[in-house]
């Protein structure tokens, strides 16, 4: 059958206008794309002054390749004030007739025969007992004690009346001891006076005493027990641990005894010093007993100041002394006891109550180490994504990739911890734990290579990865502060081929680096 024309232009009219109307335009889709970016999170170096704290304790030689050094220095000094002391005499009785002169004498002290003494403190007492019906007076001077005010010899009256005990004290502070000869008595001269006859009856006590001065001869004279404790004696921030030191600096270590002005020899007797470190291991010097070369090492000793002498070094080496156990220690605090004795030679001389003497330890000693028991570092650093397109990015991250890298120019392993705190000191992320998959949170650190002569001569990078998931990603968002600790300790392999230490230069350092790599995606109405 022929369709006419005029039925088919119909059909084809109607067939478009169904098509137009069945047809909705959508606008062009645009392009997606994902976009990987860097972001850096940490960047810390430590050279060896960093981890013990650069100061005056700290050095390198120059001469020896930038071997560094730290030396310690311990003063104890003291003034004697109050410590030159006497026990005083004890009460003492003595009978006379009321009209009687009496001459006596006070021993002051058995032993000390001295020429002129003053006095800190301390009382000399008189009571005078009065048993009769009358009265009696009693006038009485020491001839050998003056009056500080105006030279005049000390001098003691009064009455004293039936029933009666009199007490007359004099402040020795008030007064002082002359004598042309080196004597120990104080020579008292009484006249009594009554209108009759009667007995008298008195007592006399030298309470214990404290000189300013004494010029003569000292009997030997202990002034007592003193315990003195010195921190950071190698620095404000030494390591927790053992370090095994291979030597002490030849001709750099002494204790030095010294007086401050021509006085009496001086003994420092009963000598004990203890280093105590951060880990609160404790280990005694010892030292040659009685000071002298050649003698027996014991932990309790003795050295002498002789009084013709205003100083003296004693030399502390290997061979006399227990040096290097005491070093390896690592002391964050020395303490030390001891008793002084003044004038053990018994000779005459002098002293002042504001007379002082001093004990230094003075230690020195090359960074040429082993450590077998790793010793502990901790930092604390200021961290954080401040960025705020990078923060943003992170909010699109898909994932992170984070990298810990560690550039160790030193001749030590490390076990190593880093962990993120947000501003608040609130834990957040371990991340050593994440990258290296350890209970304990750590990661090893590889040493440098070391050569023949114990010093560096090959820096070891070791890199670690992992990847963040979105809870991580977003706890980094709020750190504020990162913590690194480093437990250091010489790696046995590099020992064997370099010997039994290795030698740390100024200028090795180690450098913890970390960063992460976010992919995100990216739309282009960004």
């Known amino acids: 059958m022929k369709l006419n024309k005029v039925t088919r232009n119909g059909i084809m009219l109607l067939l478009l206008s169904f098509y137009i109307t069945s047809c909705e335009i959508q606008e062009p889709s645009l392009p997606t794309w994902d976009v990987d970016l860097n972001i850096p999170f940490t960047s810390k170096s430590y050279n060896i002054f960093d981890i013990i704290k650069r100061n005056s304790n700290v050095g390198f030689d120059s001469l020896n390749n930038g071997l560094v050094f730290i030396y310690g220095e311990t003063n104890?000094?003291?003034?004697?004030?109050?410590?030159?002391?006497?026990?005083?005499?004890?009460?003492?009785?003595?009978?006379?007739?009321?009209?009687?002169?009496?001459?006596?004498?006070?021993?002051?002290?058995?032993?000390?025969?001295?020429?002129?003494?003053?006095?800190?403190?301390?009382?000399?007492?008189?009571?005078?007992?009065?048993?009769?019906?009358?009265?009696?007076?009693?006038n009485a001077h020491i001839n050998n004690l003056f009056r500080i005010s105006d030279n005049d010899t000390a001098r003691i009256s009064g009455d004293v009346y039936p029933g009666e005990i009199k007490l007359i004290e004099l402040d020795l502070s008030q007064y002082y001891i002359k004598n042309d000869k080196p004597d120990?008595?104080?020579?008292?001269?009484?006249?009594?006076?009554?209108?009759?006859?009667?007995p008298v009856s008195f007592n006399y006590t030298l309470s214990e005493y404290s000189v300013k001065l004494i010029e003569g001869l000292l009997k030997p004279l202990n002034t007592g027990q003193t315990y003195d404790e010195v921190l950071d004696p190698f620095g404000s921030d030494v390591p927790e641990g053992e370090i095994n030191f291979a030597s002490v600096t030849p001709d750099k270590?002494?204790?030095v005894a010294k007086k401050f002005s021509d006085i009496y020899q001086v003994d420092f007797t009963n000598l004990s010093i203890v280093g105590i470190n951060k880990n609160g291991k404790r280990v005694r010097l010892k030292y040659l007993r009685d000071g002298n070369q050649g003698g027996k090492i014991d932990s309790v000793f003795?050295?002498?100041?002789?009084?013709?002498?205003?100083?003296?070094?004693?030399?502390?080496?290997?061979?006399?002394?227990?040096?290097?156990?005491?070093?390896?220690?690592?002391?964050?605090?020395?303490?030390?006891?001891?008793?002084?004795?003044?004038?053990?030679?018994?000779?005459?001389?002098?002293?002042?109550y504001t007379d002082s003497i001093s004990l230094k330890l003075l230690i020195q000693m090359p960074l040429d180490i082993s450590i077998s028991e790793p010793i502990i570092f901790r930092d604390t650093s200021d961290a954080g994504i401040d960025d705020e397109e990078q923060r943003n990015n992170l909010d699109d991250a898909k994932h992170l990739d984070f990298t810990f890298r560690s550039v160790n120019g030193f001749p030590l392993r490390a076990t190593a911890k880093l962990l993120v705190l947000d501003s608040f000191y609130t834990p957040l992320l371990a991340i050593t734990k994440i990258v290296g998959n350890q209970s304990d949170s750590s990661v090893q650190i590889n040493s440098a290579g070391v050569g023949a002569d114990g010093f560096?001569?090959?820096i070891v990078t070791t890199v670690f990865r992992a990847e963040l998931d979105?809870?991580?990603?977003?706890?980094?968002?709020?750190?504020?502060?990162i913590i690194y600790e480093y437990q250091l300790f010489t790696d046995p392999n590099i020992l064997n081929s370099s010997g039994s230490t290795v030698k740390i230069r100024g200028s090795d350092v180690v450098r913890i680096i970390s960063f992460g790599k976010i992919t995100y995606r990216l739309n282009s109405d960004n």
């Open 76 to 138: 104890y000094k003291r003034s004697f004030g109050e410590d030159i002391k006497f026990d005083g005499v004890k009460t003492t009785e003595i009978n006379a007739a009321s009209t009687f002169r009496l001459d006596t004498s006070i021993v002051v002290d058995d032993s000390t025969f001295v020429t002129r003494t003053e006095f800190l403190n301390g009382k000399l007492s008189f009571n005078f007992l009065n048993n009769s019906a009358d009265n009696y007076s009693v």
């Open 184 to 198: 120990n008595k104080l020579r008292l001269t009484l006249i009594f006076n009554s209108d009759k006859p009667v």
């Open 253 to 255: 270590n002494f204790f």
């Open 302 to 352: 003795s050295l002498t100041l002789p009084s013709d002498m205003d100083s003296i070094s004693f030399p502390i080496n290997e061979d006399n002394s227990n040096i290097l156990e005491f070093i390896n220690n690592v002391p964050k605090k020395i303490e030390v006891k001891r008793v002084d004795f003044l004038n053990l030679s018994y000779k005459e001389g002098t002293v002042n």
């Open 456 to 458: 560096v001569n090959n």
């Open 470 to 481: 979105s809870e991580q990603i977003r706890k980094l968002k709020s750190m504020g502060k």
